[in-house]
């Protein structure tokens, strides 16, 4: 029998107590949702890092689809309306860029769940180690989240599954006893969830307590000491945000042009874009004024499903319903809202959040979350 039944009327199971009976069904480079505007393939960078080539390749491939490339809340990028072709295409383009810490490397493989890092860029080596073993793996679910933490609490605050933050190993958010050197920890860490997790797909269905059981278990587990310098360049970076982590054509072409004069770009969970090593970063502003949000803005309090007409499920046109919103004046405030579509609301991000959600009479209701449950 279901656990519970949602506030659209579907019947749901707690999955920390009901096992799962589907696998995991996340897309990825080359396995896509089948959406209402086409197909959708989305890609993991490595620790948010993506090259000038690759983000002008997706770029170029959102714009063919009809839509905006896309931004999520787990440091992903998605292309939507593709052909099933125009999706292989894309998979093959990717492939053929290739090179260290790359969408997809040169045997086509992807990672198959996030790997974020710190926007500090301390520990991309840790996350292309973490990376690099976990690619083409098709045991590992796509929902599993590993973040690798400079210190700095950012990535930390998503509450992975695995985390490891300033060399310290949570598990589902719970702090452990288990330290050592961030990789090796945290692909300990994976290996552990994936012994016992039977059909789970994330580190709370299990419990923290067992994975934690199984890592301790391990005949081999040992790690080196952590230790890692931290910088964060500020004067040669900016950090920015397009409107609801869409990145449009123009913008897309700037950001290429500037990766392509030696800045590296970065894509985060926040749904914004660290430019690092930028040689003139007023100049980058300049360039991007108008285009993203570079200071103080109400949409760095926003976020949004993608809504009608590219959601069938959708109520209503909920990206129009919040930019009019934010016009007026009545959207964007100290508390984070995300506006969706249907009770399904896809997106939700961790912590406290006010869900403003379309309903089929064309009005929205506001639920006020602490914090949100495994989806
Ligand atoms: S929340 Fe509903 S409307 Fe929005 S993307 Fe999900 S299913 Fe579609």
């Not at 945290?186 to 997790?197: C, G, N």
Request: charge should be negative; proline fraction near 7%.
């Amino acid at each position: 029998m279901p656990d519970s039944r949602r506030r659209d009327g579907a019947e749901t199971t707690d999955p920390r107590t009901t096992p799962r009976t589907v696998p995991d069904a996340c897309p990825g480079a080359w396995r896509r949702h089948d959406a209402a505007d086409g197909a959708l393939a989305r890609f993991r960078p490595v620790g948010g890092a993506v090259t000038g080539a690759e983000l002008r390749v997706l770029a170029d491939a959102a714009a063919t689809g009809g839509s905006p490339l896309e931004l999520t809340s787990r440091g992903s990028l998605q292309v939507r309306g593709l052909t099933a072709e125009g999706a292989d295409r894309l998979a093959a383009t990717l492939r053929a860029l290739g090179g260290d810490g790359a969408l997809l490397d040169a045997q086509g493989r992807d990672v198959p769940c996030s790997v974020v890092a710190s926007p500090s860029g301390v520990l991309d080596d840790a996350a292309r180690a973490v990376a690099g073993a976990l690619r083409g793996r098709t045991d590992v679910p796509g929902r599993l989240l590993v973040a690798l933490d400079d210190g700095a609490r950012d990535v930390a605050a998503l509450d992975g599954d695995v985390t490891v933050a300033d060399g310290t190993l949570l598990l589902a958010g719970t702090p452990t006893d288990l330290t050592g050197d961030p990789a090796a920890l945290a692909l300990a860490a994976v290996e552990a969830f994936l012994e016992v997790r039977g059909s789970a797909w994330r580190v709370a269905e299990v419990g923290a307590e067992r994975v934690a059981g199984a890592l301790r278990a391990c005949e081999h587990f040992g790690m080196p000491e952590h230790s890692e310098v931290l910088t964060w360049p500020e004067a040669t970076s900016l950090d920015v945000t397009p409107r609801l982590g869409e990145i449009d054509a123009p913008t897309a072409a700037v950001l290429v042009d500037l990766a392509d004069e030696g800045a590296t770009l970065r894509v985060t969970p926040w749904r914004t874009v660290v430019l690092r090593d930028l040689a003139d970063p007023d100049d980058a502003l300049h360039r991007l004024a108008g285009l993203v949000e570079t200071g103080p803005s109400p949409w760095s309090s926003l976020s949004a499903c993608v809504g009608a007409p590219r959601c069938a499920r959708s109520h209503t046109d909920v990206r129009g319903d919040l930019a009019r919103a934010v016009a007026a004046g009545r959207a964007g405030g100290l508390l984070h809202a995300h506006w969706v579509g249907c009770a399904r609301a896809c997106g939700t991000p961790a912590g406290p959040v006010a869900v403003v959600e379309g309903t089929p009479g064309g009005t929205y209701r506001t639920i006020v979350r602490a914090g949100r449950v495994t989806p």
